[in-house]
């Protein structure tokens, strides 16, 4: 005898067994506890822009706004925020959860495309974008300082040692650093020297830029061998900055030290480890941001 016939012969017996299956079984689903938080991963994409020297205000209308208008036309968007902050703005895209996160990346790197040629010129990098989940937070944070070394050089070495380092490590998924203090030269220009000479400002601006160049100059092509020739025309401290030729007055250089002040300093001189300057202007939320973190 197996375990069907007995069901078979006592049909009542399996009416009651049924209906008693699904009468408990129905009160057991519904006495089921929800998750007021259930654990879900949002597909979310941030786009960072930075332009530097630039207000909130700058931020928000000159960069925040192109992007948020090409961004609204993605499809499947549930929710769309925007931080701008001295020098930088981060956009945070929220996609429905129907929506895979690398369809989600290619629709947000074509609007990315197609704002370029609305935002500032003077952008020293396109934005940039990232996949990541707004659940996580950092579970470590490193602070370096140094006595001897300028801030710029920790700058350099967590950059381009210590964090490239860490990214390595098996399990990490994003290492952030914060508090940049990036080398620069900062050209003060002296506007009493400049209507001396009648040199507009504009010009100066034209000279200096147009003497950092870093082209591919040619190569000279013989019968047996071939030369490459290579020209430094990159500008790499102030001192080399100084002696650069603004223009030419009676026959005699103006040199761009006789028109302005050139210091090797910070890109951001007002930078501080650990904070953002800068008053929120669309900002949801702002936080104290530490020198590193990673994921």
Partial sequence: MNLSQRFIEKPVMTTLVMAALVIFGGYGYASLPVSDLPNIDFPTISVFASLPGADPDTMASSVASPLENQFSAIAGIDQM???????????????SLDRTLDGAAQDVQSAISAATRNLPKALPQPPTFRKQNPADTPIMFLALSSTTMKPSEVDEYAETLLARQISTIEGVAQVSVFGSAKYAVRIQA???????????????????ANANVNLATGALNGET?????????QLNNAAEFNNQIVAYQNGSPVRLKDV????????????RAGTRTGRPSTCRSSASRAPMSWR
Avoid at 225 to 233: A, D, L, M, P, Y
Wanted: proline share 4%; net charge neutral.
């Fill in 81 to 95: 925020t925007s931080t701008s902050t001295q020098g930088q703005t981060q956009i945070q895209l929220q996609f």
């Fill in 190 to 208: 002296d506007p009493a020297a400049l209507a001396t000479r009648q040199i507009g400002i504009d010009k100066l601006v034209s000279a200096v």
């Fill in 225 to 233: 061998r071939s030369t490459v020739i290579h020209t430094g025309g």
């Fill in 260 to 271: 302005a002040r050139v210091i090797d300093g910070m890109e951001t001189p007002t930078a």
